[in-house]
């Protein structure tokens, strides 16, 4: 079992930048694939990113080029780096684990 926390989120310009981070209440150094999800209003919650425990990376196609997925192992952290941030970002980010998720951070990119 592991909790999620995440962090990050807020209300951002389009063309900014966050950075998202997710907290892990045990060691993640075994888990081998970390991943953030995001779901927007009246959408599906779809996968944006996935880091394995090597530091092999996924992206979804809509955030290639402008987000980074990483891993601290020894802090027990996962980030998201989200730059060039456009309207259509705008969703709760959730980050997972296993079938656990966090509670959800939101951003919201508008001017």
């Known amino acids: 079992q592991v909790q999620l926390v995440e962090s990050g989120g807020g209300l951002v310009q389009p063309g900014g930048s966050l950075r998202l981070s997710c907290a892990a209440s045990?060691?993640?150094?075994?888990?081998?694939?970390m991943a953030w999800y995001r779901q927007a209003p009246g959408k599906q919650r779809e996968l944006v990113a996935v880091?394995?425990?090597?530091?092999?990376?996924n992206y979804a196609d809509s955030v290639k080029g402008r987000f980074t997925i990483s891993r601290d192992n020894a802090r027990n952290m996962v980030y998201l780096q989200m730059n060039s941030l456009k309207s259509e970002d705008t969703a709760v980010y959730y980050c997972?684990?296993?079938?656990?998720w966090g509670q959800g951070t939101q951003v919201t990119v508008s001017s």
């Open positions: 997972k684990a296993f079938n656990y």
């Open positions: 045990r060691s993640i150094f075994s888990i081998n694939d």
């Open positions: 880091i394995t425990r090597v530091g092999n990376t």
